[in-house]
Structures are given as structure tokens and as C-alpha cells.
């Protein structure tokens, strides 16, 4: 039996043994190694933007002009191609480090053993007959998510309907009331005058 994504989500939730572990990335597995030799630097695309370093050199320019503004700019992409060259400087050093592919393929690895091993237990009919009643309680609740969205999509078009009828009863009642009341001055008016 292959189990839906919702299924396995809902399994995981209520039995998290079987919780499968995001398998890093090769940029997030070298800075946890750079970490060991006390190296903290975070990969830096050059797609990507510090908007922080631009605020201020658009601040200055406004401030202090186009000459001077230009040269934050040019401080700031500066910056931002220094911290480039560092990363892609680190990131050679620790793919060429000795150390480096043993332990890329135990974090890399692992999480891919751990997560395969999950899809083995999940196939498994040992383990899927001891799951049967949590994915009843998975059928169930489909059920009660299908029959609340009915009452809501019935529902809330239904009440709106009387609550429009309800206030345009009143408003027809109230118009009512207030023609009597403008007959009933009129009447003693006319009475008064005669």
C-alpha cells in the first residue's frame, strides 16, 4: 500500500519515528565544517542584495549629494564582493580539505540512509497493519474537514440570505411606522386647522 503525502503527514505528526530529516544542502554542510576550525562565514550569491548597506547609501546621497552617495554605492558593492571572494575562498579550501568528504557524506548520507530506511518501515505489512488505526483517525478526519467546509460553504451563503431578509423585513416595518406616523400628524393638523 502506498501511503498519499497527507498520510504520511499525518502519520509523522502522530507517530514521529517516522519523521523523515531534510537532507542539507552542499553550502549548509560546508559552513557546519568551517564551524569546526572556527570559521563563520555564510555562502553569499552575487544575485543577492544587502539592503541594509543600500538604505544608508541611498540615505547618504540624499543627505550629502551624488558624488558622495555614489561612493557608498560603490563601498557598499564593495563590501558585498569582498564577502563573495572570502566565501568562494572558504568553500575551496574546505572542498579540498581531507576531512571534508567523509564528513560531507556522513551529513549528506545519513540523512538519506535515515529517510530511506523510513520508506522501507512504511512499506513494510507488519508496520502498516499497526498504522490502520492511525489512518483512521486520518479518515476521520477528512470526513470532519469535508463536512465542516460543506457548513461553511452552505452555511455562511444561507445566513447571509436571512440576515439580509431579517433587516429588510425591519426596514420595510420601520417604513411602515414612519408612514403612520406622517398619516396620523397630517390627520391633526387638518382637525386642528378645522
Not at 531534510?22 to 539592503?51: C, H, M, W
Not at 486520518?138 to 467546509?149: E, G, I, P, T
Amino acid at each position: 500500500m502506498e501511503y498519499s503525502n497527507e498520510e504520511i503527514y499525518f502519520i509523522q505528526s502522530k507517530k514521529p519515528e517516522y519523521k523523515t530529516k531534510p537532507v542539507p544542502s552542499l553550502d549548509a554542510v560546508i559552513v557546519e565544517f568551517l564551524k569546526k576550525y572556527e570559521v563563520y562565514v555564510q555562502p553569499i550569491s552575487s544575485g543577492t542584495r544587502n539592503t541594509g548597506e543600500s538604505a544608508v547609501a541611498g540615505a547618504i546621497t540624499g543627505m550629502a549629494g551624488a558624488d558622495v552617495g555614489g561612493d557608498a554605492f560603490m563601498v557598499a558593492g564593495q563590501n558585498k564582493q569582498i564577502k563573495v571572494q572570502e566565501w568562494t575562498q572558504w568553500k575551496q579550501w574546505a572542498l579540498d580539505h581531507k576531512d571534508f568528504e567523509p564528513f560531507k557524506v556522513e551529513k549528506i548520507n545519513k540523512a538519506k540512509e535515515h529517510n530511506e530506511e523510513i520508506n522501507k518501515k512504511l512499506k513494510d505489512p507488519v508496520i502498516q497493519k499497526q498504522l490502520e488505526p492511525v489512518l483512521e483517525d486520518f479518515k476521520n478526519q477528512q470526513r470532519y474537514n469535508a463536512k465542516l467546509n460543506l457548513i461553511v460553504l452552505v452555511g455562511f451563503p444561507l445566513i447571509l440570505f436571512v440576515g439580509i431578509f431579517i433587516a429588510g423585513f425591519f426596514q420595510d416595518k420601520n417604513n411602515d411606522s414612519s408612514f403612520n406616523n406622517q398619516t396620523i400628524r397630517k390627520e391633526k393638523i387638518t382637525n386642528f386647522i378645522l
